[in-house]
């Protein structure tokens, strides 16, 4: 039962993205831009996201101010083409750029999430994964720009991670969005660590993805199995316990050190 809600939450999620890509475009893009239709204000969007890469994307979606002044020549070409005239900073979050993108890649019309699987991994540019989440926190799979995996100093509770660091706080109920990025640029040794180890865009998504599916599987998972390894360890304990005193006590005396001078007194008594 548990299953199918989950599968309905997910298809209903993906009804949303699709929805929302929609909606975001229509908001923020359409004024500058087409989906094939030829230039506006700005370039036509079709096929951009084959032409750049995620991170790329994400960065002048955010600040191409940023991107350009950092020097990027692909930022810096636009710019010129287009009259020197940047693109307009946008504050969406990490998710509202996914379903912007994943609009954009499907050529400006909505995933028809009852096709096929095939059809839907063609449709979908990029989908945050639990699973790669959970191999980036742990370090399973290394990140790309050689930062620390999360685990070296954060733990959690989550059935696929059984140890973790002690320098920082446990994450296990931490998520809110945009926690990675917000932790990445606001902790001082976070930003020392990872100043020239950049987490990339993607890398932030799928993390990010993981630490909510954390969050909300601790009210209903480890609460009782916490529960339960709890009492499977004192039944342990308490059996060793008992094992090793017989072993040590099994060949002890069962009567007092005294015994022996009562009886011998209790013998002359008697005499």
């Known amino acids: 039962m548990k299953h199918i809600s989950i599968l309905i939450l997910i298809i209903l999620s993906l009804n949303s993205i699709a929805q929302d890509g929609k909606d975001l475009f229509n908001k923020n893009c359409k004024a500058c831009h087409n989906i094939g239709g030829g230039k506006k204000v700005g370039p036509d969007l079709q096929g951009v996201t084959k032409k750049r890469n995620l991170d790329w994307l994400f960065k002048f979606i955010t600040s191409s101010k940023d991107l350009i002044a950092s020097g990027n020549p692909d930022a810096k070409a636009i710019f010129e083409e287009y009259g020197k005239r940047p693109m ?6 990490q998710a509202e750029i996914t379903a912007l993108l994943n609009f954009i890649n499907n050529g400006g019309k ?3 999430v009852t096709s ?3 059809s839907q991994k063609n449709n979908t ?8 989440g959970r191999d980036l926190f742990t370090g399973k799979i290394p990140l790309k720009n050689g930062g620390a995996s999360c685990i070296s100093c954060h733990s959690l509770k989550d059935d696929g991670v059984f140890a973790g660091g002690t320098l920082a706080k446990d994450l296990s109920v931490s998520y809110t969005e945009g926690i990675v990025n917000s932790m990445l640029t606001s902790i001082p040794s976070m930003i020392n660590s990872f100043k020239t180890h950049e987490v990339t865009i993607t890398e932030i998504a799928h993390l990010e993805f993981f630490l909510k599916r954390v969050k909300d599987n601790q009210l209903y998972v480890h609460s009782k199995k916490s529960n339960s390894f709890l009492f499977l360890g004192g039944v342990i304990i308490f059996c ?5 005193t017989n ?3 099994r060949h002890t005396k069962k009567y007092g050190v005294k015994d022996d001078i009562f009886k011998r007194q209790v013998k002359t008594s008697r005499n």
């Not at 540019?125 to 790669?132: D, G, Q």
């Not at 060793?240 to 090793?244: D, K, P, Q, S, T």
């Open 110 to 112: 909505e995933s028809n």
């Open 116 to 118: 096929n699987s095939q």
């Open 240 to 244: 060793l316990l008992f094992v090793i």
């Open 247 to 249: 072993l040590f006590w």
């Open 125 to 132: 540019l990029f989908k945050p994964s639990y699973e790669i």
């Open 88 to 93: 307009p900073s946008h504050s969406l979050s």
